[in-house]
């Protein structure tokens, strides 16, 4: 069993920051992307970030340059630094990580953490 446990969400004014942090643990043999989603009201989700078990990443093109993610091997955790936020960044975040649990690869979702960008 795997358990994602996020943390770091909240409320930030417009050009505030925050970083959101997400703790895999459990049954882990070995982690394989992570990355973090977001789901705005009555929008569908979408990718934020993903960053490879070789620390590649890639970013939607709406974040690019403000926003940067990073992993913790020894912490089987991610990180995503939001910068520069605008109210058009506020959904819920969620963390997905890929677990080979062999003889498959895995996904699994954490609960998601409220991101909030208002004056």
């Known amino acids: 069993q795997v358990q994602l446990v996020e943390s770091g969400g909240g409320l930030v004014q417009p050009g505030g920051s925050l970083r959101l942090s997400c703790a895999a643990s459990?049954?882990?043999?070995?982690?394989?992307?992570m990355g973090w989603y977001r789901q705005a009201p009555g929008k569908l989700r979408e990718l934020v970030a993903v960053?490879?078990?070789?620390?590649?990443?890639n970013y939607a093109d709406s974040v690019k340059g403000r926003f940067s993610i990073s992993r913790d091997n020894n912490k089987n955790t991610v990180y995503l630094q939001m910068n520069s936020l605008k109210p058009e960044d506020t959904a819920v975040y969620f963390c997905?990580?890929?677990?080979?649990?062999?003889?498959?690869?895995?996904?699994?979702w954490g609960q998601g953490t409220q991101v909030t960008v208002s004056s």
């Open positions: 459990g049954s882990i043999f070995s982690i394989k992307s």
């Open positions: 960053i490879t078990s070789g620390s590649s990443a």
């Open positions: 997905k990580v890929d677990i080979m649990v062999i003889p498959a690869l895995l996904a699994y």
